[in-house]
Nanobody
Framework: QVQLVESGGGLVQAGGSLRLSCVASGRTFGSDRVGWFRQAPGKDRMFVASITWSGRSISYANSTKGRFSISRDNAKNTVYLQMNTLKPEDTAVYYC????????????????WGRGTQVTVSS
């Protein structure tokens, strides 16, 4: 399994922006689809966005569509999540995950997971 490391989290005021990065180590992402999930305190882990290896197929959760943008640089083994117009309800631990499947938003569709990075949005 690929090892994933997230970075870029932090504290930001509402309306601000952050860019999260997910770097693969041990091996490349290969042809895996890469996704971002988030887990707020006391809540289940939820799908945020995913992108296929080619970048041609991108999916977003309704709550983030239009504000978040996922992209990848295969040469750098890195996937990004640009988050704009952040809201307090975006506060969560954000996880990067890799899946051999080209579709699917369930946690079980993703086999490799990072440890997460904390994003806190103050009002």
């Amino acid at each position: 399994q690929v090892q994933l490391v997230e970075s870029g989290g932090g504290l930001v005021q509402a309306g601000g922006s952050l860019r999260l990065s997910c770097v693969a180590s041990g091996r490349t992402f290969g042809s895996d689809r890469v996704g971002w999930f988030r887990q707020a305190p006391g809540k289940d882990r939820m799908f945020v966005a995913s992108i296929t290896w080619s970048g041609r197929s991108i999916s977003y959760a309704n709550s983030t569509k239009g504000r978040f943008s996922i992209s990848r640089d295969n040469a750098k083994n890195t996937v990004y999540l640009q988050m704009n117009t952040l809201k307090p309800e975006d506060t969560a631990v954000y996880y990067c995950a890799a899946s051999p499947l080209q579709v699917g938003v369930r946690q079980s569709d993703f086999l490799s997971w990072g440890r997460g990075t904390q994003v806190t949005v103050s009002s």
